[in-house]
């Protein structure tokens, strides 16, 4: 499903259950800015290759936009829209003051060497930077983007401005300014999430079973923090292909494994299984941390678990979540479930204005806080209003708060 039509449908059935001016959907259907550039990057071969670039600024009513840059060959302009409302939203959720941002590159950096993608970082910096800032846009790594990527466009920004702001970018690493605990932020954020629902639904996490679709950032990390919590990780994909067993995978070892530069599938004394098969496996909580549409009306059926965390942005389609609603499934959403990212690089852009830093210890613990009191609010909200999908009380939740600035300011 396009995912602009898929956040436009979630915006919808909030607001279907909300007494609000028609005026709102109209304000958060679309960005308020979208920005679409074509730049040049001087290749190892020395031919000059164009690349397209999009920035969305979806809604600054709460604060400066906030969101991540991907680099990925199917980006899309309706892609980046989606992801800038959903940070939209997901920033209210958890009460940060931000409005949502996004940014994609059209390109697989798998093709680029090193020296190319450095200048390809940089032509970004220089297309990008008049519509970026530390109080306009905060931009942050996304999919295929990390901190050197990051390291690489602070560096050409200080060149740029003459100056150093390094709160102009979040997820950078720590010796520029990146908050201890952002790495483990996203991933550890949907453990908290699971462990609030399980106890909610009384769902014992000692020996309940996890399936992890994506095994990045925030499926490996996800799957750590679970497997503290006492859960067993039955099987594992990621975009090659998938492994299972039943008693149990060892991530730790799978996330070494994986971090020296090999594939999931050819991790050893497992059951290699087929990548899209990972649905078919019944588990207690299934984890999509992959990309958006991965559980969709060709694949809900087949589901048989009790919670799903949505680690990844957009990745169950209205027309699946239907049906898993139907079959009793408790769906924590993207805009609450992987909320731990942008709550830890808000922290990371506090620190840096400040110039005060954290421990990892009390970074991890305010984002525990943080995202444990926005699901608490939603959950009232959804015991108040009987609202058994988690997903509409959150949109709701979000939108209450946002129109109510836009009204103050007098956009509506």
Wanted: hydrophobic share 40%; net charge neutral.
């Amino acid at each position: 499903m396009n995912p602009l039509k898929m956040v436009r449908t979630q915006i919808k059935s909030a607001l279907n259950e909300m007494d609000l001016d028609p005026v709102i959907y109209d304000l958060l259907a679309a960005p308020k800015r979208f920005y679409d550039f074509s730049f040049p990057v001087k290749m190892d071969d020395g031919n000059i290759k164009i690349f397209k670039g999009y920035r969305s600024q979806h809604n600054d009513a709460l604060g400066p936009n906030k969101g991540g840059l991907r680099f990925h060959q199917n980006v899309t302009a309706d892609e980046v829209k989606a992801l800038s409302a959903w940070m939209t939203f997901k920033c209210a959720v958890v009460g940060l003051p931000y409005g949502g941002g996004k940014g994609g590159v059209i390109v697989d950096p798998r093709t680029l060497s090193e020296n190319e993608l450095e200048r390809l970082s940089r032509a970004w910096m220089r297309a990008f930077h008049s519509v970026i800032g530390e109080y306009k846009d905060i931009p942050a790594p996304d999919v295929n983007t990390n901190q050197q990527i990051m390291s690489w466009m602070l560096d050409e920004s200080n060149t740029i401005f003459g100056k150093g702001e390094v709160a102009l970018l979040t997820g950078k690493p720590i010796a520029l300014g990146g908050s201890l605990g952002r790495t483990e932020a996203t991933g550890y954020g949907v453990a908290f999430m699971v462990k609030k629902v399980a106890e909610k639904i009384e769902l014992p996490l000692e020996n309940s079973t996890v399936v992890i679709q994506g095994f990045g950032n925030v499926g490996s990390y996800a799957a750590k923090k679970l497997v503290d919590y006492g859960c067993k990780i039955i099987a594992v994909s990621d975009v090659y292909g998938a492994i299972c067993n039943p008693k149990g995978i060892d991530v730790r070892e799978l996330k070494q494994f994986v971090e020296a530069g090999n594939k999931v599938s050819d991790f050893p004394n497992v059951t290699t299984i087929d990548r899209d098969s990972i649905f078919n496996i019944k588990c207690d909580i299934l984890v999509p941390a992959a990309l958006e549409n991965s559980i969709n009306e060709e694949n809900a059926d087949v589901i048989e678990c009790k919670i799903i965390a949505e680690g990844a942005n957009g990745p169950t389609t209205p027309k699946a979540d239907k049906i898993l609603l139907k079959k009793g499934i408790f769906i924590i959403p993207d805009i609450l479930a992987n909320a731990g990212g942008v709550t830890v690089s808000y922290f990371e852009w506090s620190q840096n204005l400040y110039g005060h830093y954290w421990s990892k210890k009390e970074v991890l613990q305010k984002e525990e806080d943080k995202m444990i009191e926005a699901f608490e609010q939603i959950y009232e909200l959804m015991c108040e209003k009987k609202i058994k999908n988690m997903r509409k009380a959150a949109f709701m939740f979000a939108i209450e708060k946002i129109s109510k600035v836009m009204k103050l300011r007098g956009w509506c």
